[in-house]
């Protein structure tokens, strides 16, 4: 007699368990719906139909158009504006990663500490990120260009004018520190972020065992903050694979189309060129690309993060 309720008291929780997982599996559908719908409807449905589209010849104000199977992509890879401003875009890709990454981690080691100094510091230099690139660009046009201001400072102490926009080396190292300026507070921030988040223990038995300030960055803080590295690389060479605003305020893609990115390019060529699947394949191209890259970045950083804490 004694033994009935107990059974029933255990197995009344037991009944309850489907019904309870499944109101836990209905409820999180529930939230995660408007993040998914936001999600097919802003990115996988534009990347069907940009596929679609590159596979036609569209020029992007008639209805009319013809399916012409993979004759974008193939005059994509052939054409030699479209190689060059990939190389291009490429080395922007790399060297604006290493730059922004490597003074964005700098400076934060240096003025990650309390202090008015140290926060007037972190928003003047996090400042150029929140400006518009399109401003950005004009800005140092105006203060580059060959009659603007650094130009005629130069002149004045008798220095003859620099070709920062006008000879093609010049202008792609233009392009570079100048996105490098705009973005490395964004780096920054992060990493202040990343080491403010290392417990003080470490560097209080690292000061025991006599380390110095440099190898307590070395051997504590780019360790503990080793996934904060991972996540800045992705995120600056992704969006740096992508830019083309700074290119077109600061050299319209000249001199000699020798700064022109892909991105530009692709813009240049479905609307200025009115070859919209042609901008389409490219534009396909570009996303498969960018993410062969992140992911591999990704998978190799979190490598290298376990050898770490290892």
Known sequence: MTTAPRARVHDAPARRRPSVRWG???????????AVIVF????????????VLS???????????????FENYQFAFRNPRTIDAAVFTAIVAVAGTILC??????????????????????????????ISALIIGFLWSALLAPHGAVNGLLGGLGVGPVPFLTDPTFAKGTIILTIVWAHFGFNMILYIAGIKSVPTEFYEAATVDGASRWQQFRSVTVPMIAPVVTVNLVLTLVGLLKVYDVVLALTDGGPAASTQTIVYQILKDSFAQSKLGLGAAQSVVLLIITAAIGLAVTFARRGAERKVTD
Do not use: K, Q
């Not at 097919?40 to 596929?51: E, K, N, R, T, V």
């Open 24 to 34: 836990d599996r209905v409820a999180g559908l529930v939230m995660a719906a408007p």
């Open 40 to 51: 097919i409807a802003m990115f996988i449905i534009p990347m069907i139909l940009a596929f």
């Open 55 to 69: 596979l036609t010849d569209w020029n992007g104000y008639s209805l009319r158009f013809d399916f012409i199977g």
């Open 101 to 130: 990454n490597g003074i964005g981690l700098a400076l934060a080691a240096l003025i990650s500490g309390a202090g008015r100094a140290n926060t007037v510091l972190r928003t003047i230099f996090f400042y150029p990120y929140i």
